[in-house]
């Protein structure tokens, strides 16, 4: 192995060791979240990711007031089912058979050091077609999101909240659809180097100094 080469070597190395970060992914497809919220208007759901757990406030709505509650299921994730309500509604989705509903999602806490964090997709069930549509609402700015702004399904973004904020999911038009899966990271984390990351700094550095050291040889 010529020089250049361990250095490129070492180089990855380092790369990967430093770029780790906690995320966490809520399955509402799964058995514990099925637990945690099938049933409820107002429920908490947690991940755990690294270590740290992070927690969501969930709760249902239709017409902005709390006259709902979550169903979940295996098959179709998360949906509202309006309380004492028969026909029209379609409790495995998030639709407008008998008013708009809307699921809203509290950051309420992490164990970790984590101030705040970002949320990076969305998975979505059901909006299949053009005439679906979903909408989601941050910091008070609302964004249509339909099927052609998926990737097999789920939405990407990049959105910074901070512990105790929230963003609300809502029917917009269409036969409605269900939310399969929220996922988030760690915001702004930058990992301390292990000692093995220390020494391939160092190796690194050392590397680069000899790598000059021969090209002014080479030229003299």
Do not use: Y
């Not at 990711?49 to 179709?76: C, I, P, R």
């Not at 301390?192 to 050392?206: C, F, R, S």
């Not at 000059?212 to 040889?217: A, V």
């Amino acid at each position: 192995m010529s020089f250049q080469q361990f250095f490129v070597s070492v180089l990855i190395i380092l790369s990967s060791a430093v770029t780790g970060r906690a995320a966490w992914v809520f399955d509402f497809q799964s058995a514990t979240a099925i637990s945690e919220l099938d049933g409820q208007g107002i429920a908490t759901t947690t991940a755990t990711d690294a270590g740290v757990t992070l927690t969501l406030n969930v709760t249902a709505a239709v017409n902005n007031t709390n006259t709902a509650v979550l169903n979940l299921g295996t098959s179709n994730g998360l949906g509202v089912d309006i309380t004492n309500v028969n026909g029209q509604e379609n409790a495995n989705f998030i639709d407008d058979g008998r008013g708009t509903e809307s699921v809203e999602f509290a950051v309420a806490s992490s164990t970790g050091t984590d101030t705040s964090v970002r949320l990076t997709g969305i998975g979505f069930g059901n909006l299949t077609s053009a005439q679906d549509e979903a909408m989601l609402e941050i910091a008070g700015v609302t964004t249509s999101v339909v099927q052609s702004d998926l990737m097999s399904g789920s939405l990407s973004l990049s959105q910074l909240l901070n512990i105790g904020d929230s963003f609300e999911i809502s029917h917009a038009e269409g036969n409605g659809f269900s939310i399969l899966s929220l996922t988030f990271e760690a915001a702004g984390v930058t990992p301390v180097p292990e000692p093995t990351t220390l020494v391939l700094i160092g190796l690194a550095g050392g590397g680069a100094a000899a790598l000059r050291r021969r090209k002014r040889q080479h030229a003299c």
